[in-house]
């Protein structure tokens, strides 16, 4: 559902358009994104990089999707066996076009080094389950 917000922006009302939407990824993609002249600003995904066997679909949906020099994606996850890593080696060879950089989010987030050293200290902390990384992908410079 389409929800349209009054913005003030440089003294001037903007209606920005915000649309959510939510999708299995074993199904047909939803009409929405099956339409050719679709972009987004925005695109942002959670912990969606574990199953393997979607990464192409994925990778094929953010090329679809990214398209404008304001087009970025946010993606959070942690590695999970190196699905993290793969996935963005899938990104790199079929979308040379974009830049991919990643932080760690303990590194960045306030109060989660203590959370951390906390876990660490009980045993209980996993990298590869915890590490929790933010994938931004957008548009390279270079590409005009």
Same mark, same amino acid.
């Given at each position: 559902? $389409? =929800?349209?917000?009054?913005?003030?922006?440089?003294?001037?009302?903007?209606?920005?358009y915000?649309?959510g939407?939510a999708? &299995?990824?074993?199904s047909e993609?939803?009409?929405?994104?099956?339409?050719?002249d679709?972009d987004?600003?925005?695109?942002?995904?959670?912990?969606?990089?574990?199953?393997?066997d979607y *990464?192409?679909?994925?990778? &094929?949906?953010?090329?679809?999707?990214?398209?404008? $020099?304001l @087009? =970025?994606?946010?993606?959070i996850?942690?590695d999970?066996?190196?699905?993290?890593s793969?996935?963005?080696?899938?990104? =790199?060879?079929?979308m040379?076009?974009?830049?991919?950089s @990643?932080?760690n !989010?303990?590194?960045?987030?306030s109060?989660?080094?203590?959370?951390? $050293? =906390? *876990?660490?200290?009980?045993n209980?902390? *996993?990298p590869?389950?915890?590490d929790? !990384?933010?994938?931004? !992908?957008?548009?390279? $410079?270079t !590409? @005009?």
């Open positions: 559902m $389409n =929800k349209a917000l009054i913005k003030k922006l440089a003294g001037e009302q903007t209606t920005i915000m649309e939407l999708f &299995n990824w074993s993609l939803p009409s929405q994104l099956q339409a050719t679709i987004a600003t925005l695109v942002l995904g959670a912990d969606i990089l574990f199953f393997r *990464h192409i679909a994925l990778s &094929n949906l953010l090329k679809k999707l990214l398209r404008g $020099n @087009s =970025k994606a946010l993606i996850s942690p999970r066996s190196g699905t993290r793969e996935f963005e080696t899938i990104l =790199k060879k079929s040379p076009e974009m830049d991919i @990643s932080m !989010v303990t590194e960045v987030a109060g989660m080094q203590e959370i951390k $050293n =906390k *876990h660490i200290q009980d209980t902390w *996993h590869d389950k915890h929790l !990384v933010i994938m931004q !992908v957008t548009l390279s $410079n !590409v @005009s």
